[in-house]
């Protein structure tokens, strides 16, 4: 009750949603455009596709949306990467939320660049991240959308839930473009419930 009362000072709705999405990466400028920031990067495009607007609560960012008519919490933990899994919760405390309701989506350096996996469940798999998650709310069965990164030489066309980079530095994506609202985050499912890969079509990333 004690977050929930704060989070409605700072003008922040705490009303049932139908997901909340979770972007993993590490907070500040000097992270922004590293890849394994992807998770960052994908709910910033979403915020800005659907209008929405950040703010600072708990120890996220939050952005509250609406995806096909359903409200959906967008955050961002600040937690850097490592603790995430407190971040997420003390967000699920605050709204009432279980891991039931939780959307995750994380980098995979073991996923070609372009490629997404979704999964109902399953380990961490090296993610430190997802792994703080896991362990702090004690269940694997959480949804997650592995978002590949895994290429030595990034491609030139845009990766179209990331957006366009035109050049790599190091594990840093640099110069990227403005992002495009598709290619399997949220309205591509897999194709078994349990994983699923899908490439993202260069077609659509040119469109």
Same mark, same amino acid.
């Given at each position: 009750?004690l977050w929930c009362?704060?989070?409605q000072?700072r003008g922040i709705?705490?009303?049932?949603l ?5 972007g ?6 000097e992270?922004?455009r ?9 709910l910033?495009?979403?915020?800005r ?7 600072v ?7 509250r ?7 959906v919490l967008l955050a961002?933990p600040?937690?850097?990467?490592n ?7 003390e967000?699920? =405390?605050?709204?009432?939320? @279980?891991s039931?309701?939780l959307?995750?989506? &994380?980098d995979?350096?073991n %996923? *070609? ?9 399953g380990?961490a798999g090296?993610?430190?991240?997802l792994?703080s998650?896991?362990?702090t ?5 959480v949804?997650r959308?592995r978002?590949?990164?895994?290429e030595?030489?990034m491609?030139e066309a ?7 980079s035109?050049r790599?530095r190091?594990?840093?994506l640099v110069?990227?473009?403005e992002?495009?609202? =598709?290619?399997g985050?949220? @309205?591509?499912?897999?194709?078994d419930?349990q &994983?699923?890969d899908h490439? %993202? *079509?260069?077609?659509?990333a040119?469109?």
């Amino acid at each position: 009750m004690l977050w929930c009362g704060m989070l409605q000072v700072r003008g922040i709705k705490t009303g049932a949603l139908a997901r909340i999405v979770v972007g993993l990466g590490n907070p500040g400028e000097e992270y922004a455009r590293n890849r394994h920031n992807a998770g960052f990067m994908a709910l910033d495009a979403l915020a800005r596709e659907s209008g929405g607007s950040w703010s600072v609560g708990l120890l996220t960012r939050i952005c509250r949306i609406e995806l096909g008519g359903f409200p959906v919490l967008l955050a961002e933990p600040l937690t850097y990467m490592n603790n995430s899994g407190k971040a997420v919760h003390e967000l699920l =405390s605050a709204f009432h939320q @279980d891991s039931r309701d939780l959307l995750l989506v &994380v980098d995979d350096l073991n %996923l *070609p660049f372009g490629r997404i996996r979704i999964r109902e469940r399953g380990s961490a798999g090296g993610h430190h991240g997802l792994e703080s998650i896991l362990n702090t709310l004690n269940t694997d069965e959480v949804v997650r959308v592995r978002m590949g990164i895994g290429e030595e030489q990034m491609p030139e066309a845009p990766l179209v839930a990331l957006g366009r980079s035109r050049r790599k530095r190091g594990g840093e994506l640099v110069a990227a473009e403005e992002v495009q609202p =598709s290619g399997g985050l949220v @309205d591509q499912p897999a194709r078994d419930p349990q &994983v699923g890969d899908h490439q %993202l *079509p260069h077609e659509a990333a040119r469109g």
